[in-house]
């Protein structure tokens, strides 16, 4: 019990505790602008990548959503990076969102690309020019989209769809073999096919926002790839703005729990037609995310609200420090660690939001890569019908590997890549589901009549 003690605690001084606005119109507005940095910098997702971007393939931008209900405010920026920004420029963000429209909490989610630009935690010299002019434009962005919110309307559908694998195949002698690519695409498992879709309207129907929810990690560029790109989740935002005609609403790739999942046609050499590849995997994740949109009715709610809050959670080290500090120089070699590994010690602290919209819509956050059984097993929990997972949210951890993945071994549960303590996932999901049900009014702090 120390340990949950510890999260109730750290997660009141972030925000006092749960906040929750009843009894005013949900508002709603949204912005995007262009984060792309300038060819130069070192490229995200593969160690073995060591010659920086040359160029951009398509653009990165910073999706922007503002929901209000009364002067709780809420602004969910989705960015076509690799993972979120570290701690400092996160609050950097929240703080001018703060002054310049009031915003009550930012949630800063990365879709995962692997074409995008490092990011670290903490930079010695600070912050890159690019990042620090992305930040600059986000938070205008958010300025924008508080200033043009109206009221809104909300509605949820789902659909099914297979763009990807699991990469991991656990063989009957209990050994774990990783297969990082699947171009015949034979089915494997976990996998979770779910396509969450939420819309949200003006209260005169007019689509403003679109958010798909879905798991698989955008690696079909592999590591020959010298280009930004936003990888398939650029191509499906696309085509369900297409979708929609003349007056599209604004498309936002939400990333699930992929940790353990692959596109299909993962890490296509360019000359093997990489770029008709990526535009297939987003292309038919897309037409299925705009068939559920397209058919999806928003009702106004008869009592809108707002609830959210951000527990801080400690956890440990996985590992023997020094021994993982070895570990990670002879997996990712010694320049690469220097440079871009996470500075490594033996406690962490981690955020885990939780939002719950009009009582029946939550939405909870892990920071980096969570097993797709996650996912699933949160939906399966929740005690709302309709429940929306994002990983690479506020920060960035490494890999969360369930018990029993981790019990098995393989890459992203004994790896380098992987430093958080065993179990982390799974008290993380439960951190989530306690808060939606005290924000439910399931769960109280008064004591229940004896009598």
């Not at 606005?21 to 130069?40: H, Y």
């Amino acid at each position: 019990m120390e340990k949950l003690g510890k999260a109730f605690i750290l997660g009141c001084l972030v925000f006092g505790g749960v906040l929750s606005a009843e009894g005013a119109s949900l508002k709603a507005g949204v912005a995007k602008v262009d984060i792309t940095p300038p060819a130069g910098v070192r490229m995200w997702g593969y160690a073995a990548r060591h010659t920086a971007a040359q160029g951009t393939l398509d653009p990165l931008y910073a999706r922007v959503l503002v929901l209000e209900v009364g002067e709780k405010r809420l602004a969910l920026v989705d960015l076509d990076l690799g993972r979120a920004f570290g701690p400092a420029s996160i609050e950097r963000l929240r703080a001018a969102a703060r002054q310049s429209s009031g915003i009550s909490y930012t949630l800063v989610q990365a879709t995962h690309t692997h074409s995008g630009p490092v990011i670290l935690d903490e930079y010695p010299d600070g912050p890159p020019a690019w990042e620090t002019a992305a930040l600059d434009k986000i938070g205008k962005a958010i300025e924008e989209a508080h200033a043009h919110a109206v009221e809104a309307q909300l509605g949820t559908g789902y659909g099914a769809i297979y763009i990807g694998y699991n990469r991991r195949r656990v063989n009957p002698d209990g050994t774990v073999t990783m297969f990082w690519t699947n171009p015949t695409h034979v089915p494997t498992a976990p996998v979770d096919p779910t396509v969450s879709v939420l819309r949200v309207d003006t209260t005169e129907g007019k689509p403003l926002a679109v958010l798909v929810n879905y798991s698989c990690h955008p690696v079909v560029f592999g590591a020959d790839n010298l280009q930004y790109s936003a990888d398939f989740p650029g191509v499906m935002t696309k085509t369900v703005e297409q979708a929609f005609g003349a007056n599209p609403p604004l498309c936002f790739f939400n990333q699930g729990a992929p940790g353990d999942i692959n596109a299909f046609d993962a890490t296509t050499p360019l000359p093997q037609d990489a770029i008709g590849k990526r535009d297939w995997t987003g292309q038919h994740l897309g037409e299925e995310a705009a068939r559920v949109a397209t058919q999806i009715h928003t009702q106004a709610a008869a009592q809108p609200s707002l609830d959210f809050v951000e527990d801080i959670i400690p956890f440990h080290l996985r590992w023997n420090l020094e021994k993982y500090k070895h570990a990670l120089i002879a997996a990712l070699g010694e320049d690469f660690v220097k440079n871009f590994a996470p500075q490594i010690r033996e406690d962490w602290q981690l955020p885990v939001a939780t939002v719950l919209i009009n009582k029946r819509i939550a939405v909870m956050t892990m920071p980096g890569e969570p097993f797709v059984d996650f996912q699933i097993n949160w939906r399966d929990r929740c005690p709302v019908r309709d429940a929306f997972f994002l990983g690479y949210a506020n920060g960035y951890y490494g890999y969360f590997p369930t018990l029993k993945a981790a019990s098995e071994g393989g890459y992203g549960t004994a790896s380098a890549t992987t430093w958080i303590e065993v179990g982390a996932g799974e008290r993380m999901v439960n951190q989530a589901l306690i808060r939606t049900y005290e924000m439910l009014g399931r769960l109280v702090d008064t004591p229940e009549d004896g009598k």
